[in-house]
Each structure stands twice: as structure tokens, then as C-alpha cells.
């Protein structure tokens, strides 16, 4: 009996150890309108980098400090991400335990950076190209707990003829997202063709091209 019950804790140390080293997944968030990316997991201790490389291949780029103290979560901020483009993350980890100091590699991972949050303002529409009722989302950086900031969306011909007010108002920070039927002031359906949504916030201003078919 005292052998089985050794046995049971050994496999459960074993099994213990096996889910700590499991591989984590990555998150991206947008700070300020600045990507940033972490793994999950809780690496207190741990001694890491963070490396960047284009998804179609390409050479391993440093994002971070080439040893940062991780002090619970491990991440990097990214200014020079490009939004719209796809990325693979690496984090090389060294952890130090009683068996002295071990690496650990964890990705690569692919992300794709957001257009519309990859920045401190954006925005983003979609279907695109499309007909009838669009999403349009229209971001703020900040934290949400920053004041509202007032914002405008309007659609525009090529023309520069003012189509449609999307939106007139305050604007929490964060992703604000809204339906707009795709008809001009008047009701009317757009005609076919290619129109721009200028949306100002903050003292900022960020353009999407809006292609109607």
C-alpha cells in the first residue's frame, strides 16, 4: 500500500509539472492603440524575450528588452506592427528552479494585427466591399476608465459631398461598433462605387475606403 500510494504522488507530480509547462496561448490587445502581445500563464521569476517574424518567412526580430524580468504575465509592446498584417510571436523564456535554469520556447504563434484598434484612432468597416446594412467599428485608444471623448463618422463621395452622418456624439474608449443600413441622408441606397468614412476623435483623424457594389 505505502509503494501504491508513492506511486499515485509521483504520477501526480509528474502530471502537475506536465500542465505548468503547458503551452500557453497568445493575446493581443491594443493599449493606447499599440499592439501588445502576451502569452498566458503566470512565469513570476522568469528572465524573457519576445521575438517577431513575417507569417510568408523571414528573420526572427527582437520586440522587447533582450532580458525583461517577468513579473507575473510576460509581454511586449509592438509599435511597429503594421495594421492589417499577420505576424509570428515567439517568447524564449528562461526559468530558474531547483534543477538549475531551464529555457522555454513557446510559439511561434500568428496573430493578425487589427486595423481599426492598431492605432489611437481607427476605423474599420466590413463587409467591404458590400450592399445593404454594414458594421462599422470606430475605435478610441485609452483606457476605459478615461473620460468619453466626442466623435464623428460620416461617409463622404469622392467628390467630397458629404452622403451620411454614421455617428455624432461621445465616444467611450475602447471598440464602439455600428450598424449603418448603407443609405445616404435622404434614405436612398448608395449607387455603386467607392466612397470614404472619415471618423474624428481626440484631436485625431483616421479614413476607410468604402467600396458599394
Do not use: K
Amino acid at each position: 500500500m505505502r509503494i501504491h500510494s508513492i506511486a499515485l504522488a509521483v504520477a501526480a507530480l509528474t502530471l502537475g509539472a506536465t500542465l505548468a509547462l503547458a503551452e500557453p496561448e497568445l493575446r493581443v490587445r491594443y493599449p493606447n492603440g499599440v499592439p501588445q502581445v502576451s502569452i498566458t500563464g503566470e512565469y513570476p521569476g522568469a528572465v524573457y524575450a519576445v521575438y517577431r517574424a513575417p507569417v510568408n518567412g523571414g528573420p526572427w526580430e527582437r520586440i522587447s528588452e533582450n532580458a525583461v524580468l517577468c513579473m507575473g504575465s510576460c509581454y511586449a509592446d509592438d509599435p511597429g506592427a503594421v495594421p492589417g498584417a499577420s505576424y509570428q510571436y515567439r517568447f524564449d523564456l528562461m526559468v530558474t528552479g531547483a534543477e538549475g535554469a531551464q529555457i522555454l520556447v513557446y510559439g511561434p504563434f500568428l496573430a493578425t494585427i487589427s486595423p481599426a484598434l492598431a492605432r489611437p484612432v481607427g476605423v474599420f468597416v466590413f463587409p467591404n466591399p458590400g450592399r445593404g446594412s454594414t458594421s462599422v467599428q470606430l475605435h478610441v485608444g485609452g483606457l476605459t476608465s478615461d473620460r468619453a471623448v466626442p466623435g464623428e463618422a460620416v461617409v463622404y463621395d469622392l467628390a467630397g459631398r458629404q452622403v451620411r452622418v454614421i455617428h455624432r456624439g461621445t465616444l467611450a474608449r475602447g471598440l464602439t461598433t455600428i450598424t449603418w443600413d448603407g443609405r445616404d441622408e435622404r434614405g436612398a441606397e448608395l449607387q455603386r462605387g467607392v466612397y470614404l468614412l472619415r471618423f474624428t476623435a481626440d484631436g485625431r483623424q483616421a479614413i476607410a475606403r468604402i467600396v458599394r457594389r
